[in-house]
């Protein structure tokens, strides 16, 4: 409506200029004349209003979204699990070892207490625990249970089911002591150890039992299981 006034406020007639001989001090004037009906009518259908139907037709820009930059890609434990079932990449990881290998085979469903000392003794003892598989199937619930019993405590783990097959794991906490230089090779689509290729204790018992226990029973691993009963017990 203000566009429609604007225009009919424009409808002025010539400008008259007075002589300058006549009456130069006098300004120059405008005549201004109202708008005819026609013009009024003409102006108004040039600058109407749009309809409600033609206002529903203008499109509405929509939302940006944002929630999916940045947005964290989840684990895969599946892709996980199948890197540590590739056999060759166990052959050359191994085959690089120049110091024996303590590796604590545990279950997240053993007494709490049982666990949480294992976690202590591991951490002197540069051990590594070793879980079969997620808890429920759920990465996230084993994360959770993890940091619960682990804390800020520095200890080595992982996820390796193969692990429990190819030494033979059938109970849990069992800990196996690999020597140095271990040459394993490769049989179906896991790597295999030789016999004496490694050691092992299970029971419910604790990391300094269980290397004395190795020690004792298997002489080939002394020397390797006293070396880490060593560290064990020089470290608070």
């Known amino acids: 409506m203000a566009g429609l006034i604007a225009l009919l406020a424009c409808a ?16 120059a004037t405008v005549s201004v004349r109202q708008p005819t ?15 409600d139907a033609e206002l529903e037709r203008v499109p509405i820009p929509s939302t940006p979204k944002l929630d999916v930059v940045g947005k964290p890609a989840p684990l895969d434990i599946e892709r996980l699990a199948r890197q540590v079932q590739d056999p060759q990449a166990a ?5 690089n070892d120049t110091a024996p290998r303590l590796q604590i085979f545990v279950t ?22 070793v879980l079969r598989g997620a808890k429920n199937g759920s990465v996230h619930q084993t994360l959770e249970a993890v940091r619960t019993l682990m804390g800020t405590q520095p200890v080595a783990w992982q996820i390796d089911p193969p692990a429990f097959a190819r030494y033979r794991i059938t109970a849990a ?25 490694f050691a092992k204790v299970t029971g419910d018992v604790s ?19 006293e070396a880490i009963l060593g560290q064990l017990r020089r470290r608070p």
């Open 108 to 129: 997240l469903a053993m007494p709490e207490a049982s666990f949480s000392a294992l976690i202590a003794q591991a951490v002197r003892a540069d051990a590594v625990l």
């Open 173 to 197: 906490p069992t800990f196996v002591l690999t020597r140095a230089g271990a040459a394993p090779t490769a049989c179906a689509d896991d790597v295999c150890l030789a016999d004496h290729d």
């Open 207 to 225: 990391l300094d039992y269980a290397l004395e226990a190795i020690a004792r029973g298997t002489p080939t691993f002394a020397a390797d299981a």
């Open 91 to 95: 052959l050359e990881r191994d085959a």
């Open 37 to 51: 009906a026609a013009e009024i009518e003409r102006a108004a259908h040039e600058h109407r209003m749009p309809t």
């Open 12 to 27: 002025v007639l010539p400008v008259h200029a007075q002589s300058p001989e006549r009456n130069a001090e006098v300004p």
